[in-house]
T-cell receptor
């Protein structure tokens, strides 16, 4: 079984809808991250969390919110989706300050 | 602020050719440097890393040397295979801080 899982893997939605992307991990890591990947822009950090009570904004947090429900779960929400949020979204975990372990990604399309 | 610049792709090589993907960085202090690889339809996987100047990271025939004097971490492989076709990301991190990724370089190896 994969150590970092993301659901759903693919999602098509309409402008204005609320969307939640979920990430779960069995690695026991305290640190979790959400990134988005766009062609030609690489990965950009949206939010990160160093433990259940810690939430931090990344480079591009506007239009997104997160919830760290437990050590193993970190959800990303788009309160009112817009077309330029169409992207590939990755969750990652880290034991602390070094290597990150990525999930398989969620492809989100906002029409 | 910290940043990573890597050569733009796409790169197309014949099997058994020599590969170099350039990566330079801007950072204060002494970050750790990484190469991640993303195979089609998958998340990023750590390929190799180096944590201090003059360290050489290596894995699966790939190598990269942490050059502080030129602020570089170029990825090399002596003989590429079709299975090496993927997108390669250079990244840096200061311990306890967030990752900074390059924009990615797409490699296609043709038989």
């Amino acid at each position: 079984d994969a150590d970092v899982t993301q659901t759903p893997r693919n999602r098509i939605t309409k402008t204005g809808k609320r969307i939640m992307l979920e990430c779960s991990q069995t690695k026991g890591h305290d640190r979790m991250y959400w990134y988005r990947q766009d062609p030609g822009l690489g990965l950009r950090l949206i939010y990160y969390s160093f433990d259940v009570k810690d939430i931090n904004k990344g480079e591009i947090s506007d239009g997104y919110s997160v919830s760290r429900q437990a050590q193993a779960k970190f959800s990303l929400s788009l309160e009112s989706a817009i077309p330029n949020q169409t992207a590939l979204y990755f969750c990652a975990t880290s034991p602390g300050g070094d290597t990150q372990y990525f999930g398989p990604g969620t492809r989100l399309t906002v029409l | 602020g910290d940043s990573v610049t890597q050569m733009e792709g796409p790169v197309t090589l014949s099997e058994e050719a020599f590969l170099t993907i350039n990566c330079t960085y801007t950072a204060t202090g002494y970050p750790s440097l990484f190469w991640y690889v993303q195979y089609p339809g998958e998340g990023l996987q750590l390929l190799l890393k180096a944590t201090k100047a003059d360290d050489k990271g290596s894995n699966k025939g790939f190598e990269a040397t942490y050059r502080k004097e030129t602020t570089s971490f170029h990825l090399e492989k002596g003989s590429v295979q079709v299975s090496d076709s993927a997108v390669y990301f250079c990244a840096l991190i200061h311990p306890g801080n967030q990752f900074y990724f390059g924009t990615g370089t797409s490699l296609t190896v043709i038989p």
